[in-house]
T-cell receptor
Framework: DVKVTQSSRYLVKRTGEKVFLECVQDMDHENMFWYRQDPGLGLRLIYFSYDVKMKEKGDIPEGYSVSREKKERFSLILESASTNQTSMYLC??????????????FGPGTRLTVT | KNQVEQSPQSLIILEGKNCTLQCNYTVSPFSNLRWYKQDTGRGPVSLTIMTFSENTKSNGRYTATLDADTKQSSLHITASQLSDSASYICVVSVYSNDYKLSFGAGTTVTVRA
C-alpha cells in the first residue's frame, strides 16, 4: 500500500512564526503536491514537485515556499504565518503520468491554526 | 476557468437507503474524472477513476457514471452504511496536464441509523 505521512496532525502557531510542514512518501513517486483545503472550497494546489529540487507554483503559492531535497520528502514552508493561513494542509504523491493511471495518494492532513 | 460543481452540498440518509451525488464540470479538454471519499480528519481516498471512453465504473457499493457529452457525473451509493458518512469529492483533470486537477467542494453525506 502507498503510504503518505505528514509530520503533524494538528499544529498551533503564532502570527509571524516560520512554519514547516513535512511530508514523506514510501512509494518512490516522482511527483509530490501540497494542497490546502478550506470549508466550501475545493482543494487548492499550492506547489508541486516533479523531481528532486524541482518545483512549480500551483494556484495559490503566495506566502508559501517548498523544499524537496530528497525524492521521498516534500516540505511546505510558511515564511511568516498569518491568520488567513489557518487551514487543513494535505500532501499527495503520484507516479509519472502514464503509469498506474496517475493516481494521487493523499496523506492524513495537518490542521494548522495560526493565532 | 475550469470548474467543478457538486450537488447537493450535504445530505442525510437513513442506513440501508440509496443516494446519488452529482458533479458538473466545465474542464476542457477532459482527461479523466475521479471520485474521492474523505472521512472527517483524513485525507481523500480514491473510489473510482474514469476516462472519456468509460461511462460507468463500480467499486463495491459505489457506482460512478460519466456523460462526457453533457459533462456530468454521478456517484451512486447503494444500501448505505454508517461508514459511508464522509465527504465525497469530484475531481477532474485536464488532458495532457494530469498535474493540474480541478476539485469540487464536495458533498457531505451523513448516514443515520
Amino acid at each position: 500500500d502507498v503510504k503518505v505521512t505528514q509530520s503533524s496532525r494538528y499544529l498551533v502557531k503564532r502570527t509571524g512564526e516560520k512554519v514547516f510542514l513535512e511530508c514523506v512518501q514510501d512509494m518512490d513517486h516522482e511527483n509530490m503536491f501540497w494542497y490546502r483545503q478550506d470549508p466550501g472550497l475545493g482543494l487548492r494546489l499550492i506547489y508541486f514537485s516533479y523531481d528532486v529540487k524541482m518545483k512549480e507554483k500551483g494556484d495559490i503559492p503566495e506566502g508559501y515556499s517548498v523544499s524537496r531535497e530528497k525524492k521521498e520528502r516534500f516540505s511546505l514552508i510558511l515564511e511568516s504565518a498569518s491568520t488567513n493561513q489557518t487551514s487543513m494542509y494535505l500532501c499527495a504523491s503520484s507516479s509519472t503520468p502514464g503509469r498506474a493511471r496517475y493516481e494521487q495518494y493523499f496523506g492524513p492532513g495537518t490542521r494548522l491554526t495560526v493565532t | 476557468k475550469n470548474q467543478v460543481e457538486q450537488s447537493p452540498q450535504s445530505l442525510i440518509i437513513l442506513e440501508g437507503k440509496n443516494c446519488t451525488l452529482q458533479c458538473n464540470y466545465t474542464v476542457s479538454p477532459f482527461s479523466n474524472l475521479r471520485w474521492y471519499k474523505q472521512d472527517t480528519g483524513r485525507g481523500p481516498v480514491s473510489l473510482t477513476i474514469m476516462t472519456f471512453s468509460e461511462n460507468t465504473k463500480s467499486n463495491g457499493r459505489y457506482t460512478a457514471t460519466l456523460d462526457a457529452d453533457t459533462k456530468q457525473s454521478s456517484l451512486h451509493i447503494t444500501a448505505s452504511q454508517l461508514s459511508d458518512s464522509a465527504s465525497y469529492i469530484c475531481v477532474v483533470s485536464v488532458y495532457s496536464n494530469d498535474y493540474k486537477l480541478s476539485f469540487g467542494a464536495g458533498t457531505t453525506v451523513t448516514v443515520r441509523a
